[in-house]
T-cell receptor
Framework: GENVEQHPSTLSVQEGDSAVIKCTYS??????FPWYKQELGKRPQLIID???NVGEKKDQRIAVTLNKTAKHFSLHITETQPEDSAVYFC???????????WGAGTKLIIKP | NAGVMQNPRHLVRRRGQEARLRCSPM?????VYWYRQLPEEGLKFMVY????????ESGMPKERFSAEFPKEGPSILRIQQVVRGDSAAYFC????????????FGPGTRLTVT
């Protein structure tokens, strides 16, 4: 079955700098890769996703890249702001039944 | 279009009591997923249901935990004889009918066992 690994577990960056979070997956059949942001005490919210037929997707300051050959995908946040501080989760589809397999999460800290 | 609803938002139970957590999916969604999250930890998958059908319960403890999603009404996660270790945030998420992977989360129920 699918396995998703996420790194780093904690990332601290200076406000205004970029942040990159990486995930690897094991099942080459996975075809959908979402990223969720969870602020303290709140629900996880979908912020961006990518399907396996594209290599990159952007939405303002966030972007996701996918390398199918290497089986990894990354979240890029540029010009980080204090409100970007949160835990970010990546996920990938399982091989059947529309489940998502989740990474362990990355705590992003934006230093003022 | 209302989002995923969960109630109660906070639930306090004494050891040995039962906890019932409810989840109403988004309109038009017929797939429900339940997750447990301990403080400072990730999302742990528990169970995946469609209406009147459990698709995958591989993440659910074998004893004391059960889930259902009836034809009418919300999905229910039931925890019998709660113990302190059951204290956590329980999130449900919903997705569309068999054609979409996107999951949308409810606000969660924070269960505290005293």
């Amino acid at each position: 079955g699918e396995n998703v690994e996420q790194h780093p577990s904690t990332l601290s960056v200076q406000e205004g700098d970029s942040a990159v979070i990486k995930c690897t997956y094991s099942d080459s059949a996975s075809n959908y890769f979402p990223w969720y942001k969870q602020e303290l005490g709140k629900r996880p919210q979908l912020i961006i996703d990518i399907r396996s037929n594209v290599g990159e997707k952007k939405d303002q300051r966030i972007a996701v890249t996918l390398n199918k050959t290497a089986k990894h995908f990354s979240l890029h946040i540029t010009e980080t702001q204090p409100e970007d501080s949160a835990v970010y989760f990546c996920a990938a589809t399982a091989d059947s039944n529309y489940q998502l397999i989740w990474g362990a999460g990355t705590k992003l800290i934006i230093k003022p | 279009n209302a989002g995923v609803m969960q109630n109660p938002r906070h639930l306090v139970r004494r050891r040995g009591q039962e906890a019932r957590l409810r989840c109403s999916p988004m309109k038009g969604h017929s797939h429900v997923y339940w997750y447990r999250q301990l403080p400072e930890e990730g999302l742990k998958f528990m169970v995946y249901l469609q209406k009147e059908n459990i698709i995958d319960e591989s993440g659910m403890p074998k004893e004391r935990f059960s889930a259902e999603f009836p034809k009418e009404g919300p999905s229910i996660l039931r925890i019998q004889q709660v113990v302190r270790g059951d204290s956590a945030a329980y999130f449900c998420a919903s997705s569309r009918d068999g054609t979409s992977y996107e999951q949308y989360f409810g606000p969660g129920t924070r269960l505290t066992v005293t």
